[in-house]
């Protein structure tokens, strides 16, 4: 689940109750946001995955002190007090899904991923995302109007503040099914996995954290930074540091990167 959905593992089979009825959550996690993650596999094409993920999701909200004792216990006592309960998630993995399946998750409300499986051989297994929608979809233009007033923001004019709306403009159209998740020291770009992490304006730069190798991208200082054993906010070892929009042009073969190794 780490390596291939960036989803830290809990529980398997994690054994409900709900209004007299009962089930078996097929895997539950969070993600590298703090986003609780309900995880529901079918063998084949089974459209009711989707509909019992979303009764399992509900529970979880309901019983968010179950959930949280549960991350105090495999993560500690930090992780459970951060969790983001704003954007959970759940994503079905299967061997496919139906059309109807892509269209009926587009209209609900939650943050939902669609994967499909594949073998290769005997030995190798690939993911494929279907569709992806984000409950948090209708606050991303109020997100970009508050990035104008970020904290931190001195440069005449709002030079940085409107880099930071250029930059979110960018990430989110670098590909399909890219999600958004705003946290309080940083905003995620994501597709199943985090691929950009931002960081709110500095006096004279924008920081952005990528999942791109640093030991394959050519590193220049004052612009590409090895952060690999550095701590920061957000995930992904390659800080990037944008100052003028010509920093930014420069940086989007880096986000295409990113959002490949994603």
């Not at 979303?54 to 495999?74: M, N, Q």
């Not at 979809?137 to 005449?156: D, E, F, H, I, N």
């Not at 999942?211 to 590193?219: Q, R």
Request: one cysteine or more.
């Amino acid at each position: 689940m780490d390596t291939m959905l960036g989803v830290t593992f809990l529980a398997s089979e994690y054994v409900i109750g709900c209004d007299g009825d009962s089930g078996r959550i097929d895997s539950l996690g969070i993600d590298e946001n703090g986003s609780p993650v309900v995880v529901e596999y079918k063998r084949g094409t089974d459209s009711g995955v989707i509909n019992q993920g979303l009764y399992y999701l509900s529970w979880l909200l309901a019983h968010r002190d179950a959930f949280r004792a549960l991350v105090r216990e495999r993560l500690g006592a930090t992780a459970a007090s951060q969790i983001l309960w704003s954007a959970p998630r759940l994503i079905c993995v299967a061997g496919d899904f139906t059309r109807y399946d892509a269209h009926a998750v587009r209209e609900h409300r939650r943050s939902i991923d669609l994967v499909r499986y594949r073998y290769y051989g005997d030995d190798h297994i690939g993911l494929e995302t279907v569709a992806s929608v984000t409950g948090l979809s209708g606050t991303v233009k109020r997100s970009r109007r508050r990035a104008a007033g970020q904290r931190g923001v001195r440069q005449p004019g709002g030079a940085l503040a409107e880099l930071a709306e250029a930059v979110d403009e960018v990430l989110l159209g670098v590909g399909d099914g890219v999600t958004r998740v705003q946290r309080k020291q940083y905003v995620a770009y994501q597709r199943l996995c985090n691929f950009a992490c931002v960081t709110p304006p500095q006096q004279t730069k924008l920081l952005i954290y990528l999942k791109a190798n640093p030991k394959k991208v050519e590193l220049i200082p004052g612009f590409t930074r090895n952060v690999t054993k550095v701590g920061h906010h957000g995930t992904g070892n390659l800080e990037v540091q944008l100052r003028t929009e010509r920093d930014l042009e420069r940086a989007q073969d880096l986000f295409r990167l990113s959002y490949a190794a994603a």
